[in-house]
């Protein structure tokens, strides 16, 4: 029932005026776009089908998508650009990208309830420490690296998704926060401790992941577990069907 409900609402959905979906073979490091939409363009570059199906579903993390393994493989990555007029809203880019990927990969999917574990993106208890973006903005020239996330103009929806590829688990917005910000975040990436006793080379200098996210963005990534929506893709061809 959900499945005609779900590809019924898609078909009826507006579709870009001009779209792209491609395979790619990027070498790495290779630069990633999981959603970014300025002026009626929308962008995904170097994406997994399961981070396509993320945005398309206001999803933060790959634990909420299952399916075939390649889905979530590096060795399968697309690109996608679709434009529409200017005033077109971020939501409606989402059903339009439903639709777009629901063609292209004949895709089939359905939605299930599963008891998961994840982290609740809370404030920390001096409060955020976040800095709302000047008005008139734009979110060009992020940066999202080991080690690093540079944004601007970035919602907490956003910042979520951008966190979760860190995190390995499901990250749930529970800030009560509503504007777009600046954000700058540093870490040193957990390193091979040496065998050596009493050798701390290896050991990393400089915050976590998650001790950056307290002290710099004065948020904190507390663990819990719920009840979550799932999508369980059904069918997928692996090479989508041509522009």
């Not at 309830?113 to 000047?134: I, T």
């Not at 979110?139 to 080690?147: F, I, L, Y």
């Not at 917005?173 to 700058?184: H, I, L, R, S």
């Amino acid at each position: 029932m959900w499945i005609a409900v779900a590809l019924a609402s898609t078909a009826m959905a507006q579709t870009f005026d001009v779209a792209s979906l491609k395979p790619v073979e990027p070498a790495p490091p290779y630069p990633i776009d999981l959603g970014n939409v300025v002026h009626g363009k929308l962008t995904l570059t170097n994406v997994t089908l399961a981070e396509c199906l993320r945005f398309a579903f206001k999803i933060n993390n790959d634990d909420q998508i299952a399916g075939p393994d390649w889905i979530k493989s590096h060795d399968a990555l697309f690109e996608i650009v679709g434009k529409a007029p200017p005033e077109t809203p971020r939501d409606q880019f989402r059903l339009m990208t439903r639709k777009l990927l629901t063609e292209r990969f004949q895709l089939t999917l359905h939605h299930e309830q599963r008891e998961l574990a994840f982290l609740a993106l809370v404030p920390d208890k001096k409060g955020s420490k976040l800095q709302e973006a000047a008005p008139g903005t734009d979110a060009a020239g992020s940066t999202v690296r080991q080690g690093q996330i540079v944004l601007h103009r970035a919602s907490i929806t956003a910042l979520i998704v951008i966190l979760g590829r860190f995190t390995g688990r499901p990250i749930v917005d529970m800030t009560g926060m509503k504007g777009a910000y600046d954000v700058k975040l540093e870490w040193t990436p957990l390193k091979k401790v040496s065998a050596i006793p009493g050798d701390a080379g290896d050991l990393p200098e400089g915050p976590t992941f998650f001790e950056a996210v307290q002290e710099q963005l004065g948020l904190k990534l507390e663990t819990r577990k719920g009840p979550m929506d799932v999508i369980v893709v059904d069918h997928a061809e692996k090479k989508p069907l041509p522009n």
